[in-house]
């Protein structure tokens, strides 16, 4: 059974940064895209920052890009997401994903996935 569990999340200032981890278990992560995805407070979820299994490619929301770096270690079998200059528009649950299918890339909610608890992330004004 796959588990994906958040941590990092946390209060900050405008400008400062977090990092954020998501560690998997249940089966060969290095096999399967990583995305996170966030929700802030009556808003729907959206789309954050994506990575390939390999790692070699990355795909952003243009809200984030510039600011948020994804990254994945295999032999850890877990995925990151630094976040630098960080806004208050920033503030939500931050959801670690996991695609069901090898070779997709989740960058819709609704796309075939397992999803994390969340961690929720702060930014202060």
């Known amino acids: 059974q796959v588990q994906l569990v958040e941590s990092g999340g946390g209060l900050v200032q405008a400008g400062g940064s977090l990092r954020l981890s998501c560690a998997a278990s249940g089966r060969t992560f290095s096999s399967y895209a990583m995305s996170w995805f966030r929700q802030a407070p009556g808003k729907e979820r959206e789309f954050v920052a994506a990575i390939t299994s390999s790692g070699g490619s990355t795909y952003y929301a243009d809200s984030v890009k510039g600011r948020f770096t994804i990254s994945r270690d295999n032999a850890k079998n877990t995925v990151y997401l630094q976040m630098n200059s960080l806004k208050p528009e920033d503030t939500a649950v931050y959801y670690c994903?996991?695609?069901?299918?090898?070779?997709?890339?989740?960058?819709?909610?609704?796309?075939?996935?397992?999803w994390g608890k969340g961690t929720l992330v702060t930014v202060s004004s």
């Open positions: 994903v996991q695609s069901q299918a090898r070779g997709i890339v989740v960058r819709t909610p609704g796309g075939m996935s397992y």
